[in-house]
């Protein structure tokens, strides 16, 4: 008998989440096909996570070279090739997107490397062919988000970032979230003169206010020029460079200004309409508990439905989806005390409640925190501090916050969100021994709250 459909399962967008529930369905003898417009491993590995990452290392070695002298090294003067390091952060993209390939091959997905648009609630038209299939993913991701006023066809987004022919000598960052704070702290660790420039009194609005404090200051020590409560309104480009005007009357000039106010969900051009699949104002997909559109066929996980625009979010909610659908066992994601990092310089990470909005939520609270210089930078030198705090509930002596920032905060947070998952008190905390010496042995060691 001829099968109903061409695909059990069709995939538009090879992304985190898309990647991951494809491959995890075909392992289950699902047959699926995938879309990709672009490159396969989506936003993260092509644009996003990965290569921010490898910028962020390479923007940190500066400082470590610097470091080395209190320790008895000499090294001659140290020299940046910025092509060098596009290249073989190209090189390793590639390679990435080869594993990608394989990993949606080898269970048998089949890849479409074009652009899809939905043409019915069981039909998807790629590169003029209409194929049909039981259900389908709306795994789209987000795009850059630039807003509207004079000369902003001068500026760039993230994407163009990752491969600028030339380091600027002079950057303007635009925002005050994740991408423009670890990408000032990138070009001002490459060695351009940097500012990021933020609309409101102090960036990343929804972190833990003490944390956000102690980095600006951190990254000002570090000669990030931090201009907050300002804007740019208008850019011209003249044969100097771009004469940028702020929103307080100030004109900077500056070889290149990068935007990094905000993505948006990718859904245009996908055919959305076509079977009315809806969406909110901001054009993220409407999902219920199970990923499911308000059409019964069709699905929507990841950035596109904006909800924690995360790689392991996406990851996530793939299996949960593929399990839901495919499998006897289900295996719900856990919105609750998701860890986070924005690898700035230093790194700042985070899990749980922010004193602020623990505040809100429980009746009393109590704050531990501990600020220091960290014993590598004894003889190093280096003015970096390090800041580490906890949140607890007083009512049952949960900790239910931890906040840092200082080298891979990311590294350490990692673990403490194991402990809150399992509900850790602050008296189990007191009774774990410490590593020594580590930073690491703060979290255990904080004894008086400072509030
Ligand atoms: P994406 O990874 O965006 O994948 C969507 C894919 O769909 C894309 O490949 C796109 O080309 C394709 N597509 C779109 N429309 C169509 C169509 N019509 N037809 C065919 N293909 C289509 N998250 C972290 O957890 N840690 C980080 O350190 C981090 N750093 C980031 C740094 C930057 C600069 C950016 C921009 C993001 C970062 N993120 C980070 C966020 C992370 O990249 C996203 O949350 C994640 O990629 C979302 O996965 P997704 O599958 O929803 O979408
Ligand atoms: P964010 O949402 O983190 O930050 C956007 C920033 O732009 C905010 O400071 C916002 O200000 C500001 N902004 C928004 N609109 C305007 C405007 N019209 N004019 C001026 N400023 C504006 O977005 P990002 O682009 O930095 O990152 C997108 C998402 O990608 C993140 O939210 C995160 O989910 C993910 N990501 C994760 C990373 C990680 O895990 N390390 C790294 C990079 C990205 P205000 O606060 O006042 O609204």
């Known amino acids: 008998m001829k099968k109903k459909y061409d695909f059990d399962l069709f995939t538009i967008g090879a992304g985190s989440g898309g990647v991951r529930a494809s491959r995890f369905a075909a392992n289950l003898g699902v047959k699926v096909a995938i879309a990709e ?8 590995v092509n644009v996003g996570c990965i290569p921010k990452k490898l910028f962020s290392y390479a923007a940190h070695m500066r400082e470590e070279f610097d470091d080395t002298v209190g320790y008895g090294w000499s090294i001659k003067e140290a020299d940046f090739n910025w092509a060098r390091l596009v290249e073989n952060k190209n090189i390793e993209i590639e390679r990435l997107n080869k594993i990608y390939q394989n990993l949606l091959e080898n269970p048998g997905v089949k890849i479409l490397p074009d652009h899809a648009t939905i043409v019915g609630p069981h039909e998807v038209s790629v590169g003029g062919h209409v194929y049909s299939a039981d259900r389908i993913l709306i795994a789209t991701g987000g795009e850059p988000f630039i807003p509207q006023f004079p000369g902003n066809e001068h500026v760039y987004s993230s994407n163009e970032a990752f491969f600028l022919k030339e ?22 660790g490459l060695g351009c003169e940097t500012t990021q420039i933020y609309r409101g009194a102090m960036f990343l609005r929804g972190f833990d206010l003490d944390a956000r404090v102690f980095l600006s200051d951190e990254m000002r020590n570090k000669g990030v020029n931090l201009e907050f409560n300002n804007d740019i309104s208008a850019i011209e480009k003249n044969a100097d460079g771009l004469h940028v005007k702020l929103k307080d009357g100030q004109m900077i000039k500056t070889d290149s200004v990068m935007y990094a106010t905000g993505r948006k969900p990718l859904t245009s051009n996908l055919g959305l309409d076509s079977c009315g699949v809806k969406t909110d104002p901001a054009n993220a ?12 066929s069709i699905y929507a996980i990841g950035d596109v439905t904006n909800r924690v625009n995360l790689t392991p979010v996406a990851l996530a909610e793939g299996m949960a989806l593929v399990a839901h659908l495919y499998s006897d066992r289900s295996r719900p994601v856990s919105y609750e005390n998701i860890p986070c990092a924005v690898f700035s310089q230093p790194n700042l990470a985070c899990v749980g409640y922010t004193e602020e909005s623990a505040r809100q939520n429980f009746s009393e609270i109590s704050i531990f925190k501990s ?7 004894t003889l190093s030198g280096n003015a970096e501090k390090t800041l580490m705090k906890l949140v607890v509930n007083k009512a049952n002596d949960r900790v239910i916050g931890a906040h840092m920032v200082g080298p891979d905060a990311g590294e350490s947070i990692q673990g403490l969100a194991i402990a809150l998952k399992a509900g850790a008190t602050k008296a189990m905390f007191d009774s774990t021994i410490g590593i020594h010496p580590t930073s690491g042995e703060e979290w255990v060691t904080m004894r008086e709250p400072s509030s």
């Open 37 to 44: 417009k672009a490159s396969l491993g989506g936003t993260c």
């Open 167 to 188: 380091l600027p000598k002079k950057v303007l960052v635009v925002g005050g979230g994740y991408i423009a704070t670890e990408f000032a702290g990138i070009f001002n």
């Open 371 to 377: 600020s220091f210089r960290a014993l590598k930078n």
């Open 285 to 296: 997909v409407i999902v219920d508990s199970n990923y499911q559109t308000n059409v019964e």
